[in-house]
Nanobody, 116 residues
Framework: QVQVMESGGGLVQAGGSLRLSCAASGRGFSISVMGWYSQAPGKQRELVATITSGGSTTYADSVKGRFTISRDNAKNTMYLQMNSLKPEDTAIYYC??????????WGQGTQVTVSS
């Protein structure tokens, strides 16, 4: 059985920072790409950033220079350091993990709220 769980969301003022974590579990399975997605109220879920097992990263234009994605392969954990947060970053942030041989698994999401 595999499971993905996010943590680290919360309420922060504009200009502040948050660090999200995503822990992926599952014995005997290896992980390929991991990613963060966000879904604001009334909007579709959209890509924030991804990272491969080799450390290659991609970012949405809206977060480039402010957010940094990273992962610890030994711990099957991914992080999203979010700096210079803006009210428009307010959303539920979801972790997505590609397990080899299984497919993509979503976490339950963590709320990020940025006040102006």
């Amino acid at each position: 059985q595999v499971q993905v769980m996010e943590s680290g969301g919360g309420l922060v003022q504009a200009g502040g920072s948050l660090r999200l974590s995503c822990a992926a579990s599952g014995r005997g399975f290896s992980i390929s790409v991991m990613g963060w997605y966000s879904q604001a109220p009334g909007k579709q879920r959209e890509l924030v950033a991804t990272i491969t097992s080799g450390g290659s990263t991609t970012y949405a234009d809206s977060v480039k220079g402010r957010f940094t994605i990273s992962r610890d392969n030994a711990k099957n954990t991914m992080y999203l350091q979010m700096n210079s947060l803006k009210p428009e970053d307010t959303a539920i942030y979801y972790c997505n993990v590609q397990y080899r041989g299984i497919g993509f698994i979503w976490g339950q999401g963590t709320q990020v709220t940025v006040s102006s």
